[in-house]
T-cell receptor, first 116, second 113 residues
């Protein structure tokens, strides 16, 4: 079975540019999560969706970040305009159920983002 | 304040040796605790999930323990292998609220031959 698929795996761009990260969750999973991981802060939840609806976006750092889930098999995380402090690894994860509370989350291999 | 702290930050052991990683939490109301393994350049992979009533759970050479009274968990790795080199992340879930997962910053384990 295919796992969570993220693209691109690596992204290097100049500050001020728009960045779009993509995620395809595991088929049949109805919750999707976006995380950011840095050495200093570890994994941080940015936003999560249940049945394509954003449930909690309190982790989104600021208005420059936005996420969409137009259907059950696709989600995007967009940063516009990007800044050097956005450099991190961004993970997408999916799970069955209404939240990540009682089921293991399945993570993609992440997008390593570098903003110059 | 809900927090998850892991120790040590990093650990180097010889292949074949055992080791124990620690996780202390102040999260409440507790729902479950899980350990993830994260290889370099990969996403985290779930090793174990334990609820309040479980105090031990094994997954091959990995054994997790939970003491809900002291709010401590440990992950014991037996007969370590080079492939165990990874970061191990403790995640605690609470029973309420939408944003209900709290992450430790991980322990970086290096197994050397």
């Amino acid at each position: 079975d295919a796992g969570v698929i993220q693209s691109p795996r690596h992204e290097v761009t100049e500050m001020g540019q728009e960045v779009t990260l993509r995620c395809k969750p595991i088929s049949g999973h109805n919750s999707l999560f976006w995380y950011r991981q840095t050495m200093m802060r570890g994994l941080e939840l940015l936003i999560y969706f249940n049945n394509n609806v954003p449930i909690d976006d309190s982790g989104m750092p600021e208005d420059r970040f936005s996420a969409k889930m137009p259907n059950a098999s696709f989600s995007t995380l967009k940063i516009q305009p990007s800044e050097p402090r956005d450099s991190a690894v961004y993970f997408c994860a999916s799970t069955k159920g209404a939240s990540g509370r009682n089921q293991p989350q399945h993570f993609g291999d992440g997008t390593r983002l570098s903003i110059l | 304040k809900n927090q998850v702290e892991q120790s040590p930050q990093s650990l180097i052991i010889l292949e074949g040796k055992n080791c124990t990683l620690q996780c202390n939490y102040t999260v409440s109301p507790f729902s479950n605790l899980r350990w993830y393994k994260q290889d370099t350049g990969r996403g985290p992979v779930s090793l174990t999930i334990m609820t309040f009533s479980e105090n031990t759970k094994s997954n091959g050479r990995y054994t997790a323990t939970l003491d809900a009274d002291t709010k401590q968990s440990s992950l014991h790795i037996t007969a370590s292998q080079l492939s165990d080199s990874a970061s191990y992340i403790c995640v605690v879930s609470i029973q309420t609220g939408a944003n209900n997962l709290f992450f430790g910053t991980g322990t970086r384990l290096t197994v050397i031959p």
